[in-house]
């Protein structure tokens, strides 16, 4: 089995060696929806890692006579547990596939030492990834080849939560049933970033995609704090119906020593828009790609990578289904029971009450 | 709220004292009126007459809105508007929308109901025989001729039994002409507002679908692929590639036209083929304006063969520096599929599904009349027009009537009939006929006259306009809305000094501008400028090749300029009402085509 898998080269029967997460990643990728781009170091690493280092033995050792009631118990030797994965040797042929594939990861952006996430995506085929969401580890902004090797492991040893544990203990689950695979994913360095509704939130049109973008990070943008500056693109015209640029007085910026921060912007920066023309059109085509694929509105986060060539800069952070209008349910033209094939009727009332006097707005 | 100077407040420009001369009686405002006139809201139109009217031109325009009027009124009933009535003051054209009375909308509903219904069930043929209609009409008026009268009738005249001769025909024949037109404009109106009626209805449902969806999206669903509009450019780019092809291309690098033709021939075979090769393209395609077609003063391509010309020149040059100059149809038809595919998709329903299709459906039968009867009836026709009457001049000149043959076009329509009755009951005689006195004074006044009135800047409306402007025609055609005539009130200029108009044709560009006031100009712009003009016509299609935007004083979202503008995909801010006056040849500026926007930047 491959120990690496990039994303763009994911393709369905991976999934049991990938995991969730992993799999997801890829197959946004594939659909045309640009993740920060990465790799997977998939399950036959750590199947091999913890075969080498005899673990089963020694997990088998540790658990033995675990009564999942005593707590203090339970985290004296999942901890045990934990550390003994954190600082086992990796075959070494492994571990310089992943050095390899983070150089190339770096290599891709002219950048040494490439911010990454290190995110845990575990597979297993009785208890679903979901129900230990958050249980399993995440690091962020890890930079280094060596540091990443240290996140890998870590990941693989937050299989052994103290929750997780308990469950399969309590289900009778092997412990050998549950894989690790880790997602290693370039750090999201944005220019600007926000979100993106296809369709309009004003009057729930289809035909457009609503943006509301910021400079920097986007946490000023989806927490409300920021006024950000809004476009409106034509969906399928991909025409930009609409622009605000808003006085965005403050911004989420990276700092030297990788945490975010919120700084004042100053006046020239604060009125200038955040995206250029390219860039808004960009969005809404993947704003459009992302509810293609997922067959509903959407609601997205997006950001423009710095450190990514024009044209590949736009990211897909998130995606969801939009809910206000998709709850309202579809607003249609034709009301029920009326016939649509009487053109002459619909001529007349055209000409008597004229649509056509209306501003794009409906105003 | 308010308004605009009332008819009965314009004063008259000085130097042009007794202009009202020019034109009808029954056209020009009177004292009798006044009060219905200072209650009436009357708008310019500067889309089909933007400088002051000739005086003989001034009847196309007449007969014109007289058909459009009719249509409306007498033969479809259309259930809100009836006609237009217009005024010309200071030599331009005002118009005001007649509406229907309330109380008749429903009855008349039900008529139109059952006649326009008509049309529509029975659309493409009924457009088949109108093609056939409109060139048998061309046929008619290319076969008027007008002769000088002979000295002696042939001996065929008297020995036929005919019974009448060559004066008589001349007065008939005039009378010919002026029923052609009356004809060709009640030809014209025939389809038209009816293919505006069923554009807007898959307009409406579009709009109230997608609020947010653009009129440009909607025209474009609609728009057809291959378009006689456009065929005289299609003929250009032809030529040049025939040029190209058969290596006969230096013959171009001649100045003029005779030079050029004179190496085309000396080339034999491949030159003779070239020069057929137009002659054939000529007729009819180059019956083509540089303006609106409605003055007799616009140049015409096939009486100004410099014009075509210089544009294939100028398309020899692209296709030597590797350009690909064709229109890409199968692209520019796949495009239109997946808009429309698009749309379709994001539709609530399967009902919304069907009555898009058969709305759209609809649209696209009618919409051929829309954009081709304009090549047909303005620059074909008229250009026949144009040119009998110039032969009529030629015969006044002749008898010493008229200094230039073209001089006719000031002499009014009833006053050609009176002028003729002199001249033949004087060749009758024969004796002195008084039009050699009478007329080129008379004509040289008017001459003095119409200068003073074309350097009068006429006010965009007059009189009070609507609270909310509902007349379908009035905002298709003339592109007149509630916001354009707020804008007008407003001087033009917004809060933050940009100028306000219709969003044409989407996208921004920036650049330089280059201001230019008719088709003489259009030498002047240069590559990558932002023409700004009056309006543009259709024949002006080969500089759009070569511009970064336009920018008019006047137009709608359906006027012929508009469009060109679309089908080349630049952006286009139209019916701005002041950027002629506002922008300077050289300043920069940016035009945002999406928002109807221009901001000078210098």
């Known amino acids: 089995m491959t120990t690496i898998s990039w994303f763009e080269s994911y393709w369905a029967g991976m999934k049991s060696e990938v995991g969730g997460k992993a799999a997801s990643l890829g197959e946004m990728t594939g659909a045309g929806l640009p993740v920060p781009p990465g790799f997977a170091v998939t399950t036959s690493a750590y199947r091999r890692a913890r075969d080498e280092s005899d673990l089963d033995a020694h997990i088998a050792r540790l658990l033995h006579g675990l009564d999942i009631t005593d707590t203090d118990m ?5 901890a045990k547990i934990r550390q003994h994965i954190a600082t086992m040797p990796i075959p070494e042929g492994i571990e310089l596939q992943i050095r390899g594939a983070y150089l190339e990861l770096g290599a891709r952006f002219g950048m040494k030492d490439v911010p990454v996430a290190v995110r845990s995506s575990a597979t297993s085929e009785d208890s679903p990834d979901a129900s230990f969401a958050g249980e399993h580890d995440t690091y962020l902004w890890v930079r280094g080849a060596e540091d990443v090797i240290d996140a890998v492991r870590r990941c693989w040893a937050s299989l052994f939560t103290d929750r997780a544990t308990c469950y399969r203990v309590e289900m009778g689950y092997e412990h050998r049933s549950v894989e690790m695979c880790v997602v290693i994913q370039k750090m999201v360095h944005p220019k600007a970033a926000g979100v993106a509704f296809t369709l309009d939130p004003t009057n729930g049109d289809r035909s457009q995609v609503a943006i509301d973008a910021a400079w920097g990070f986007g946490e000023g943008v989806v927490a409300g704090e920021v006024t950000p500056d809004n476009y409106r693109v034509d969906k399928v015209m991909l025409d930009i119906t609409k622009r605000i640029v808003s006085d965005k007085t403050h911004e989420y910026v990276l700092t030297d020593h990788d945490t975010v921060e919120r700084v004042e912007t100053t006046p020239e920066r604060a009125s200038a828009p955040c995206l250029t023309d390219n860039e808004i059109k960009a969005i809404a085509r993947l704003a459009k790609t992302a509810e293609r694929h997922y067959g509903c509105p959407q609601d997205i986060e997006w950001a423009v990578d710095v450190d990514l060539p024009e044209g590949d800069n736009i990211i897909l952070l998130q995606s969801r289904p939009e ?39 409906g105003s | 709220m308010a308004g605009f100077p009332l008819p009965s407040e314009i004063t008259t420009p000085p130097g042009a004292e007794g202009w009202q001369e020019l034109y009808s009686y029954s056209s020009t405002c009177s004292p009798a009126r006044a009060a219905y006139e200072d209650s009436m809201f009357w708008f310019q139109d500067g889309v089909h007459w933007p400088k002051a009217l000739l005086p003989w031109d001034a009847s196309l325009m007449e007969v014109a809105i007289m058909a459009l009027s009719q249509y409306n009124t007498r033969h479809l009933l259309v259930p809100p508007a009836n006609g237009i009535d217009y005024r010309i003051v200071n030599g331009y054209t005002y118009l005001s929308p007649v509406p229907a009375p309330e109380a008749d909308i429903p009855a008349r509903a039900e008529q139109f109901m059952q006649r326009a219904g008509h049309y529509f069930m029975n659309w493409n043929e009924l457009y088949d025989n109108w093609l056939v209609k409109i060139r048998d009409l061309v046929k008619e008026m290319e076969g008027i001729s007008f002769d000088p009268l002979p000295d002696v009738e042939p001996l065929e005249v008297v020995t036929s039994g005919a019974g009448r001769g060559a004066g008589g025909d001349l007065q008939a024949n005039y009378l010919k002409l002026l029923t052609c037109a009356s004809t060709l404009w009640q030809y014209h109106f025939e389809f038209l507002n009816l293919g505006y009626a069923a554009y807007l209805d898959f307009f409406g449902f579009c709009k109230t679908a997608f609020p947010g969806i653009s009129d440009l999206a909607i ?17 250009l780019k032809r030529l040049a590639r025939m040029a190209v092809d058969t290596g006969i291309t230096d013959a171009f690098k001649l100045g003029d036209v005779e030079g050029t033709c004179e190496a085309l021939r000396a080339k034999g075979e491949a030159g003779q083929a070239w020069i057929s090769s137009f002659q054939q393209s000529a007729e009819p395609w180059f019956n083509f304006s540089t303006g609106s077609g409605f003055s007799s ?30 229109r890409p149809t199968e692209a520019i038809s796949a495009e239109r599929d997946r808009i429309v595919g698009e749309y379709a998709a994001l539709l609530a329903s399967d009902e919304d599904r069907e009555a898009f299709n058969g709305k759209l459906g609809l649209a696209r039968v009618v919409f051929p009349y829309v954009e081709n009867h304009n090549f047909y009836v303005e620059h074909w026709s008229h250009s026949v027009i144009w040119r009998k009457m110039k032969d009529l001049g030629g015969i006044f000149a002749k008898e010493g009537f008229l200094e230039d043959p073209e001089d006719i076009f000031f002499m009014k329509r009833h006053e050609v009939p009176d002028a003729l009755f002199d001249l033949y009951s004087a060749w009758a005689a024969p004796a002195q006929p008084a039009g050699p006195h009478y007329w080129p004074p008379i004509i040289a006044k008017r001459k003095e006259i119409h200068a003073a009135l074309n350097a009068w800047k006429p006010t965009p409306a007059l009189g009070t306009p609507p609270e909310v402007v509902t007349e379908p025609f009035t905002i298709m055609l003339w592109g007149i809305t509630s916001d354009s005539i707020a804008s007008w009130l407003g001087g033009g200029a917004s809060d933050d000094g940009s100028l306000g108009g219709m969003a044409a044709s989407p996208g921004v560009e920036e650049g330089l501008a280059r201001v230019i006031f008719g088709p003489d100009q259009i030498n002047e712009v240069q590559e990558g400028e932002i023409l700004v003009a009056p309006l543009t016509a259709p024949s002006w299609a080969p500089i759009f090749g070569k511009i970064k935007a336009t920018v008019t004083d006047t137009g709608g979202m359906m006027s012929h300029a508009a469009i060109v503008c679309r089908e080349y995909g630049l952006p286009a801010v139209t019916g701005t009402g002041f950027a002629t006056s506002t922008i300077k040849t050289g300043q920069r500026i940016r035009v945002d085509g999406s928002n109807g926007k221009v901001t000078i930047l210098d």
């Open chain 1, 74 to 78: 339970v985290s004296e030797r999942c």
């Open chain 1, 323 to 361: 809910t206000v209008w998709s709850k309202k349910g579809p607003t249609t033209v034709v009301q029920p029971g009326q016939k649509t094939g009487d053109f002459m009727s619909s001529i007349v009332s055209t000409l008597m009450s004229p649509l056509y006097t209306k501003g794009p707005d």
């Open chain 2, 219 to 235: 025209a474009k669903m609609v728009a057809g692929v291959e378009v006689d509009l456009f065929r005289p450019d299609e003929e």
């Open chain 2, 297 to 326: 003063q616009d140049k015409i391509w096939i009486e100004h063969v410099e014009i075509p010309f210089d544009f294939i020149k100028g398309y020899i040059d692209n296709l030597q520096k590797g350009d690909d100059i064709a």
